[in-house]
């Protein structure tokens, strides 16, 4: 199983990104997709969930969605802030069976 994020960088407070997170090795239709993201000093927090039946969940100024036909999650972070600058990790859940992403770093600064 391998999930591949991707689309972090820098953007200015205001800005917009999304980041896509492609898995493979996986039946995807069957898995809960995540968004976490952790700042340095911080805990990891969860940012977006979106089930297997494509109901999503999210904290303000972020979407979460999935395309099945692509094997892939995607989260839109909108009107960014300094602090949304952290590490994002997708993650893959089914039952006991949780993946990670490697994670990619997004660093919201004038």
């Known amino acids: 199983v391998q999930l591949v994020e991707s689309g972090g960088g820098w953007v200015q407070p205001g800005g917009s990104l999304t980041l896509s997170c492609a898995a493979s090795?996986?039946?995807?239709?069957?898995?809960?997709m995540k968004w976490y993201r952790q700042a340095p000093g911080k805990e990891r927090e969860l940012v977006a969930s979106i089930s297997t039946g494509g109901t999503a969940n999210s904290v303000p100024r972020f979407f979460i969605s999935r395309d099945n036909a692509r094997n892939s999650a995607y989260l839109l972070m909108n009107s960014l802030k300094s602090e949304d600058t952290a590490k994002y990790y997708c993650r893959a859940d089914a039952g006991i069976l949780k993946y990670w992403g490697q994670g990619t770093q997004v660093t919201v600064s004038s």
């Open positions: 090795g996986l039946t995807f239709t069957s898995y809960v």
